[in-house]
């Protein structure tokens, strides 16, 4: 497939509104279908005193449940986390076999917050699928308008052109007429099919509706089209009719790259002249001699550049626009034998003066081109709990491989106070790096899930400071963590429980009461403080001694010894 594609940008980014033309390529695959769903703000509104997503997220669950394990479905959202940014677009899912809870669990997890940016919502769906098979849709449920200052009939009428066979089915949910024919108007453009539904049942029935014109598609085996030079797919070259054509490259001794590739904004006098693909006809595009200015866009990808095309007596372009720009391969193992990470998330940011800038583009798909400005990106890649990052340098006209290492293991500890007593995880545990004794991860509580970290050595710091108690318990546990696995311990804290009752023969008043740890060298180590004068304490088995505050002076006690599983009462009379 294109190797432009499938590589989300974040940003608003102008869709084709032109393309000149296009290959054939038939591919045998499953079906793949993309469910936008609606997580704009106004899905908290009713029906029949029930809100419109928890209508819409019962439906999808039903639907998830009872999906034909023969469709690779994938599941977007927007509006959903953030206010007022039409930016808010997430994959939750890519297209591919459904893991039906995790599905589920997605579509449960929608909190509408934001606005509806349909057109750009579009873009990433169609390209998130199987475009140019032929056997991929796009299945968009909205309860509204475009809100993101776009056109997604327009957007929806640039999909069509560049793959007939490409479908894009809507659902409104709750709309009123005009809504509704603003909304149809994105699945005409497409050839898909358009239903309104006003309540549960209705778009319980659109949804299946939706799912059987998916399967029809796959079952009709339709062939469609795609792009040019930059194909994956080896298919075969396009033979250019005659017209007007215009190049561009990716480094200053690179060769042009083909016309369908690069997208323009061609000026002249000042005023824009040509939009759309380096590809048409003489009666779309005619240049005289001489200098435009111009700007270029490398396929779907945020690579772009400005600056002047010389065309020549002839009406062809001397040269080509230089892009600089090349291209990264990213991928990501997690496993001891390197077997590619499933579900990996990279993201790019350049470096600027020294310093990562806002992300530009964002993937889930491994092995997949993206294209880049030239230049050093901080490039960060996240599976599970784990995220790493590393500095990448992409040069011009060249790509660059870059593959990390995710592999990741558990420790989820089983801490005893003392041997043969119950497991107890209402710690605070730190997970320290062996050698620099760099904080690694944290956690505290009942540690319903297991702490993550990279295969190696570690130290684990357990911490036991219970309430209501003089004292605690801090001991640490070296560890060996193993890609893939689970270590628990026991790790036995060795700890014991003592009553103190301290009073003042002489009635001076207690002022505080400290407790040390008495050291083999004879020194001593505060583990706790206390104004209780009679209390519970805790500590890890060894010698120990209270201070305590006696009127305006300090005196202290004999040792006494702390036994693991043991509870000692302490009565001490000062005179």
């Known amino acids: 497939m294109n190797r432009f594609l499938k590589t989300s940008l974040v940003g608003g980014i102008a869709l084709l509104s032109f393309v000149g033309f296009a290959i054939s390529q038939q591919t045998e695959q499953a079906n793949e279908v993309m469910f936008v769903l609606d997580g704009s703000n106004s899905m908290w509104g009713q029906i029949n005193g029930t809100a419109k997503i928890s209508i819409a997220k019962d439906v999808m669950t039903d639907l998830i449940t009872n999906l034909d394990p023969n469709i690779n479905m994938g599941l977007m959202a927007y509006g959903h986390r953030r206010k007022n940014d039409c930016k808010d677009i997430e994959i939750l899912a890519l297209p591919g076999p459904v893991n039906r809870q995790q599905m589920i669990?997605?579509?449960?997890?929608?909190?509408?917050?934001?606005?509806?940016?349909?057109?750009?919502?579009?873009?990433?769906?169609?390209?998130?699928?199987?475009?140019f098979t032929g056997k991929s849709s796009v299945v968009l449920v909205s309860d509204g308008l475009e809100t993101c200052d776009a056109d997604p009939c327009a957007q929806a009428r640039s999909l069509g052109?560049?793959?007939?066979?490409?479908?894009?089915?809507?659902?409104?949910?709750?709309?009123?007429?005009?809504?509704?024919?603003?909304?149809?108007?994105?699945?005409?453009?497409?050839?898909?099919?358009?239903?309104?539904?006003?309540?549960?049942?209705?778009?319980k029935d659109a949804l299946a509706q939706t799912v059987a014109a998916v399967q029809s598609t796959d079952d009709a085996g339709n062939g469609s089209t795609g792009g040019g030079q930059g194909s994956d797919g080896g298919g075969t070259p396009a033979v250019a009719p005659k017209g007007a054509y215009l190049y561009a490259k990716l480094c200053e001794t690179c060769e042009r790259l083909d016309?369908?590739?690069?997208?323009?904004?061609?000026?002249?006098?000042?005023?824009?002249?040509?939009?759309?693909?380096?590809?048409?006809?003489?009666?779309?595009?005619?240049?005289?001699?001489?200098?435009?200015?111009?700007?270029?866009?490398?396929?779907?990808?945020?690579?772009?550049?400005?600056?002047?095309?010389?065309?020549?007596?002839?009406?062809?372009?001397?040269?080509?626009?230089?892009?600089?720009?090349?291209?990264?391969?990213?991928?990501?193992?997690?496993?001891?034998?390197?077997?590619?990470?499933?579900?990996a998330f990279f993201q790019f940011f350049p470096i600027v003066d020294g310093e990562a800038q806002e992300q530009i583009v964002q993937t889930g798909i491994k092995d997949r081109k993206v294209w880049l400005p030239a230049g050093k990106y901080k490039v960060t890649?996240?599976?599970?709990?784990?995220?790493?990052?590393?500095?990448?340098?992409?040069?011009?006209?060249?790509?660059?491989?870059?593959?990390?290492?995710?592999?990741i293991g558990y420790v989820q500890p089983d801490v005893v106070l003392f041997k043969g007593g119950k497991i107890n995880r209402s710690m605070f545990y730190r997970l320290l790096d062996i050698k620099t004794g760099a904080e690694i991860t944290i956690a505290s509580g009942g540690l319903n899930e297991p702490m993550a970290a990279k295969p190696g050595k570690y130290n684990l710091l357990v911490q036991y400071a219970p309430s209501g108690v003089i004292g605690r318990?801090?001991?640490?546990?070296?560890?060996?963590?193993?890609?893939?696995?689970?270590?628990?311990?026991?790790?036995?804290?060795?700890?014991?429980?003592?009553?103190?009752?301290?009073?003042?023969?002489?009635?001076?008043?207690?002022?505080?009461?400290?407790?040390?740890?008495?050291?083999?060298?004879?020194?001593?180590t505060e583990i706790g403080f206390t104004g209780q004068t009679k209390y519970s304490g805790v500590a890890p088995q060894g010698a120990y001694r209270f201070r305590v505050r006696l009127g305006d002076d300090f005196t202290q006690t004999g040792t006494f010894e702390v036994v693991p599983g043991e509870i000692r009462e302490l009565n001490i009379e000062f005179p």
């Open 105 to 131: 669990n997605h579509v449960q997890n929608i909190t509408p917050r934001g606005k509806t940016p349909l057109s750009q919502a579009l873009f990433l769906g169609a390209f998130s699928v199987e475009y």
């Open 161 to 203: 052109i560049v793959n007939p066979g490409f479908d894009v089915h809507v659902v409104g949910f709750d709309v009123t007429k005009e809504e509704s024919e603003s909304l149809q108007c994105i699945a005409d453009a497409t050839g898909g099919k358009f239903f309104r539904a006003n309540n549960a049942n209705e778009l």
């Open 259 to 343: 016309p369908l590739d690069v997208f323009w904004d061609v000026y002249k006098d000042g005023k824009p002249y040509y939009g759309g693909v380096g590809a048409a006809s003489e009666n779309e595009l005619k240049l005289d001699k001489g200098k435009y200015a111009a700007g270029a866009r490398l396929g779907s990808t945020v690579v772009t550049a400005v600056g002047n095309i010389e065309i020549d007596e002839n009406g062809e372009q001397i040269g080509a626009l230089n892009l600089n720009a090349g291209n990264a391969v990213v991928s990501a193992y997690a496993t001891d034998d390197k077997k590619q990470a499933q579900g």
């Open 381 to 407: 890649a996240k599976h599970n709990q784990i995220l790493e990052s590393a500095e990448v340098e992409i040069v011009a006209g060249e790509e660059t491989i870059y593959e990390f290492d995710l592999r």
């Open 473 to 524: 318990a801090d001991m640490t546990f070296p560890i060996e963590i193993k890609a893939g696995e689970t270590i628990s311990g026991p790790y036995i804290l060795n700890v014991g429980r003592f009553e103190y009752n301290i009073t003042s023969k002489s009635g001076l008043p207690i002022g505080g009461v400290w407790l040390d740890r008495v050291n083999e060298n004879g020194s001593a």
